[in-house]
């Protein structure tokens, strides 16, 4: 009888489709991010406020009777209305502002240079006065000279925020642009989503327990974000911008969109810039007006992030603080201002992979020692 001997090419064949497969179906996926990489950040963006107004898209698709298309443009045309509108309008009044600036500072940096004295030492309440001397001395005695260092300070802060505002006016168009892919993706996102969300799930090879544990990690984050760093920092830029305004300070919409960025970085916060204009509007011998934004900014403006925050956070998100801040930061330098949201949903991810391990491991730990316990407890071969 002649043996039967297998053909090895028969048993690789399925390992060269796999290999081919992947590799070809990798290859595809990233030529298709070179061609969504343009849109990326109003598809992105589309999501977030998807995710976000959810439950607005519900009650729009209960009012309409099941109609997607209906509730879709209904939501779509709302969130258009209260975001979209009132984002141009206030971006439009930052560039002007924004451009403003840059003589402004040149403006101050000369009157330092031509007397300093004037500028800062005589407008100076009497024990100020002395503790600015003292702090003078002392600075330069360490190689620092305060005046120099204010002067570039000042020159070097009208540059970057006249380059925004002539950024801001620059790329309106690509804005615009930006804004219609947001909205077309936000209609079909609200009508399709769950269909999409459903498919692309199912192409995970996870178990559903895991699947269903990430998604939900992701969704408590970006919910946590979007509505507990974004909607408190907004309310603190509002509620400063209104404080600069009443102090009759310059560039209020500015100081207030700068009080707003920095309230989402954490440990840092909007004591940032309302500290500083404060403090610069009393080196100005403007005393009640700076006293009455160091106070405004004390008890109203940071004291509202500790009320704000957990009333709308909760414990959603469950990152850690130290997290958070180097997600933010990090996301932020790697990302632009997208990275808001790519670096606390990142860490988020990382973090939800690790419970996953974790628990696989200690599975596997345990079923580890089980059959060790049964091994050694079992009854002896007979002779």
Known sequence: MIPIVPDRRSEARPILFRVFFFAAFGFLLYQLLRIVAPFLSGILLAITLALVFYPLHTRFLRW????????AGTSVATLFLIVVVPTLFFLALLGRQAAAIYPWAQEQVQEVRTNPRATLEERLPAPVKKVWRRSQELLIQA???PRDTLLRTMEGIGNKVSSLGASIVKNLILF?????????TLF???RDGNRLTEKIVGLIPMETAYKTHILNRLNQTLTAVVRGMF???SVQGLLAGVGFALAGVSFSVVLGFATAFMALIPFIGATAVWLPVGVYLILKGWVVQGVGILLWGGLVVSTVDNFLRPFIIGSKAKIPIALLFFGTLGGLQAYGPIGLLVGPLTVASVLAFAKIYGEQLARATEKKEISSISG???APPLP
């Open 64 to 71: 309409s009777r099941g109609r997607p298309n209906l509730a």
């Open 143 to 145: 190689g620092v000279n």
């Open 188 to 190: 079909f996102i609200f």
């Open 176 to 184: 615009v642009f930006q804004t219609l892919i947001m909205v077309f």
């Open 231 to 233: 909607v408190t920092a």
């Open 376 to 378: 050694s407890t079992a």
